[in-house]
């Protein structure tokens, strides 16, 4: 097997399989408490959670709603309630703070069979094929996706929305409908292309990327003159095109946080790094200075990218 299909084997050697696992391990927790919260109502008659992702109530109290199904609503012409409103305005504010794509590797129960597919596909050695789309046609998806909203006059996306039929699928015990919808996704993502759905067609995603360029949190390759060239990182990260500006981008006299919106913040880059080279920071971080000295490594621009 290559290095490549056994990405991380290094970190799990030197820090351990835990260590190596650790924010892949959290963010699956993550993803199965967003769904169990939604399962308490249905399983015991008490509700936790009332309503789906794109629109919740917290113990009557808390309103939650999907920005991105709150513009839709807005451009359909509705007059949109106080909680609504409140709602979309927390969660706006949440993911401005933690990153806008967060909502893709650490909430959305599509991004496991994403990752599962990616996986088999790394194993198989397919990662190269399938269907190549540039990166802008999710954000050509989200503008189609208002314009037939505004012309409906409907949430247009949530007819097809897959995030949601999942997710409803759930939690109301419609199994065959998981099985189905949850097998339509896993076969376009593992014989349409790499991340097919999830990088290049999904326009939530390619909403809270936008949300994501001006978010706080941020991915810092701040030990970047530690790094080995293993390659492991590009490997396993779902956007794997964020990483070399952050990395190798000292001749640039780039800073060493990772800005791309397309980042999701997912953390495998820090799992798979047996130098520790990635950590979460802050935007306001992006300084030359913050980077730390390059300990018991080759002299400067010994690891510079050719």
């Not at 949430?155 to 039929?165: D, G, K, L, R, S």
């Not at 919106?261 to 950590?279: H, I, K, P, Y």
């Not at 030359?288 to 050719?306: C, F, I, K, M, Y």
């Amino acid at each position: 097997m290559s290095k490549m299909q056994n990405p991380g084997a290094a970190a799990v050697e030197q820090k351990g399989w835990l260590a190596a696992h650790k924010w892949l391990i959290l963010r699956r927790l993550s993803q199965i408490l967003f769904i169990a919260a939604f399962l308490v109502g249905p399983l015991t008659g008490f509700w936790l959670v009332k309503g789906t992702l794109a629109s919740s109530m917290t113990l009557d109290v808390l309103p939650l709603t999907d920005p991105f199904i709150f513009l839709q609503s807005l451009v359909t012409g509705h007059v949109m309630e106080t909680n609504a409103i409140i709602g979309a305005v927390i969660v706006a504010a949440a993911y401005f703070l933690l990153g806008g794509r967060v909502f893709c590797s650490w909430v959305c129960p599509v991004n496991i069979i994403s990752d599962t597919a990616s996986w088999l596909r790394r194993k198989l050695g397919w990662k190269k094929t399938g269907v190549r789309l540039d990166r802008s046609t999710a954000l050509w998806t989200m503008g189609a996706v208002f314009v037939t909203s505004a012309l409906t006059g409907t949430i247009a996306w949530e007819f097809v929305n897959p995030v949601t039929m999942l997710h409803r699928a759930i939690v109301f015990g419609a199994f065959a409908s998981v099985g189905l919808v949850s097998g339509a996704l896993f076969l376009i993502e593992l014989v349409g292309g790499d991340r097919i759905w999830c990088s290049r067609l999904c326009p939530v995603g390619a909403f809270y990327g936008l949300l994501g360029k001006v978010s706080i949190l941020k991915v810092s390759a701040s030990k970047r003159k530690a790094c080995n060239d293993c390659m492991d990182c590009y490997a396993v990260c779902p956007e794997s095109h964020v990483i070399s500006p952050a990395l190798k981008g000292e001749k640039d006299n780039r800073g060493p946080i990772i800005l791309s919106g397309d980042c999701t913040n997912c953390g495998r880059c820090l799992d798979v790094c047996s130098e520790d080279v990635f950590e979460f920071s802050l935007r306001t971080r992006n300084k030359l200075d913050d980077v730390r000295p390059n300990e018991g490594s080759a002299e400067d621009g010994t690891q510079q990218a050719a």
